[in-house]
């Protein structure tokens, strides 16, 4: 992994350990290199252009369409919406699935573990239907409950929203399990894949669902892209979401047509470059060895897991051998933030908080928890800096009392 390291230019700055990667990775040459060659030689605005500069920028941004829809296995590249992340796709479902499906007295299921993206938007679409929200539940283990999510789709759940893997737990859903059951009541599947795109190859055919959502940042891209896949059928079928140029076929004052699939969803004048530099990130991630990656970044949480475990005052919250990317831990009678800050004089950079999942927090009678979080490029040589650093914190708050 150490020549995958050296193409990260931000990771030679000194004194920084970066395991904050479920926020947002650091991004390889090759993605700044795409966007700022975009902006060098091809900057113009997409489509309809009469001029060679906006035919090479359109080629550039249908372009990395085409790369994101190989990417996850599309079956069509038009069924790659671009947005602005995972947020903006859910907004954009919620609202237009929302008022195609929903009405009084329906019920929309979404896991315990669901990031305020997907249960923010889905509520804001329930209360407007008249419908309910109801929390697949975890069970004593730490995983979703199967029992009690096999009673709750008796409701005949109009949709179910899974998140893929947790982004404040690591922990994964078995997502073949919890769609095939949510298919047997007829029930439109969503995933949350922020969490899962970087880390193991996404085919959204094999997964089965019907809408997939991810941001780009996550996965070694740039910020403010992202991608809602959806089936074309049901993309065709639902309204669309903005309204304004690009998305139209034909306006007048009293009544617009609107253009076809992908544009139906993408009004306005689209983040061009980040597009491409989202293509450039799907591109070098499939050029590495996806297993040796996934293999390697188990190794490291395994390892940090396991060092964790071993010290006296650390409560893990859901750490199987299993999670992906992330753990979460606790210094038990310290304040997540304090750890982070201390992290931070060490020149270890994590996340501290209710990571954007009040309810799941709530469930497990949290205000907070340290979140550690690993990409291709972490070393077992910063899991020790790691451990180390909060050894030593753990030995100053036993000093202090
Ligand atoms: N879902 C999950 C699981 C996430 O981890 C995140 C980002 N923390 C989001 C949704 C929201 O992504 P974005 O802020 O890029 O829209």
Not at 59 to 73: S, T, V
Not at 309 to 327: E, I, K, P
Request: net charge negative; proline share 3%; with cysteine.
């Amino acid at each position: 992994m150490e020549s995958l390291r050296l193409q990260f230019p931000a990771l030679a700055q000194g004194n920084l350990i970066y395991l904050d990667n479920a926020a947002t990775t650091q991004k390889p040459n090759e993605v700044i290199d795409a966007m700022s060659q975009f902006y060098l030689r091809d900057n113009a605005n997409v489509h309809r252009g009469a001029h060679r500069l906006s035919a090479r920028a359109t080629r550039a941004f249908e372009g990395a369409r085409y790369q994101l829809a190989q990417f996850i296995n599309a079956p069509k590249t038009e069924e790659v919406i671009f947005t602005r992340g995972t947020t903006d796709a859910m907004n954009l479902l919620a609202s237009s699935l929302g008022k195609l499906t929903l009405q009084t007295g329906d019920t929309v299921l979404i896991d315990q573990w669901a990031h305020h993206a997907s249960i923010v938007p889905w509520q804001q679409a329930a209360i407007t239907a008249g419908a309910s929200i109801k929390a697949i539940p975890m069970d004593g283990s730490g995983r979703l409950d199967t029992d009690a999510y096999r009673q709750l789709l008796t409701l005949k759940p109009k949709v179910v929203i899974l998140t893929g893997v947790s982004n404040a737990l690591g922990c994964r859903t078995d997502l073949a399990q919890f769609i095939a059951a949510a298919k047997l009541v007829e029930a439109i599947t969503v995933v949350d894949g922020a969490q899962m795109v970087g880390h193991h190859p996404v085919d959204v055919q094999a997964i089965s669902c019907d809408f997939f959502a991810f941001s780009g940042h996550k996965m070694y891209g740039p910020t403010g892209i992202g991608v809602l896949w959806g089936n074309s059928a049901m993309l065709n079928a639902m309204p669309p979401y903005q309204f304004g140029g690009e998305m139209i076929e034909t306006v007048s004052f009293e009544h617009s047509s609107f253009n076809l699939l992908p544009f139906k969803f993408e009004a306005g004048t689209p983040a061009i470059a980040e597009a491409i530099g989202l293509g450039a990130a799907a591109q070098w991630l499939q050029r590495q060895n996806r297993d040796e990656v996934a293999a390697h970044e188990q190794r490291l949480l395994n390892y940090a897991q396991q060092q964790l475990r071993q010290l006296d005052g650390v409560t893990l919250y859901s750490a199987f051998d299993d999670n992906v990317g992330s753990l979460a831990f606790n210094i038990n009678g310290e304040h997540h933030q304090d750890v982070g800050v201390w992290l931070d004089q060490a020149g270890i950079a994590i996340r501290c908080g209710h990571h954007c999942c009040q309810p799941l927090m709530a469930s497990l009678q949290l205000k907070g928890t340290c979140r550690v979080s690993v990409a291709a490029y972490n070393t077992m040589a910063e899991i020790d800096a790691f451990i180390a650093a909060i050894k030593d914190y753990l030995e100053f708050v036993n000093d202090d009392c």
